[in-house]
């Protein structure tokens, strides 16, 4: 069984940054792509970013390139999403999952029925 935490998130102004951070349990978090995801209010869960198992692959939504960072240390478990330039649009829950897919082939994904496993969600507030 594999358990992600996220942690983090928190309010900040318009153009401020957050880092947020998701906890792995499990030996096999660093054979797996790992994704960020949010959900405003009234709205879809929406792809924000993912990482190859390696972290040598990268892949952003339109919405967040440029402003966002995905990456990952396998010797802790945990992948960060690096937040810059936040707007009030970026306000969601996001959400860290691990894509069920075998990295094998190398293969990214946005789409949230490629994941599997999910945290419990972290609240991000942005302020104008």
């Known amino acids: 069984q594999v358990q992600l935490v996220e942690s983090g998130g928190g309010v900040v102004q318009a153009g401020g940054s957050l880092r947020l951070s998701c906890a792995a349990s499990?030996?096999?978090?660093?054979?797996?792509?790992m994704g960020w995801f949010r959900q405003a209010p009234g709205k879809e869960r929406d792809f924000v970013a993912t990482?190859?198992?390696?972290?040598?692959?990268?892949y952003y939504a339109d919405s967040v390139k440029g402003r966002f960072t995905i990456s990952r240390d396998n010797a802790k478990n945990t992948v960060y999403l690096q937040m810059n330039s936040l707007k009030p649009e970026d306000t969601a829950v996001y959400y860290c999952?691990?894509?069920?897919?075998?990295?094998?082939?190398?293969?990214?994904?946005?789409?949230?029925?490629?994941?599997?496993?999910w945290g419990q969600g972290t609240q991000v507030t942005v302020s104008s």
């Open positions: 999952a691990r894509d069920r897919n075998d990295p094998r082939w190398g293969t990214l994904h946005t789409s949230k029925n490629e994941y599997d496993y």
């Open positions: 499990g030996r096999t978090f660093s054979s797996y792509a």
């Open positions: 990482i190859s198992w390696s972290g040598g692959s990268t």
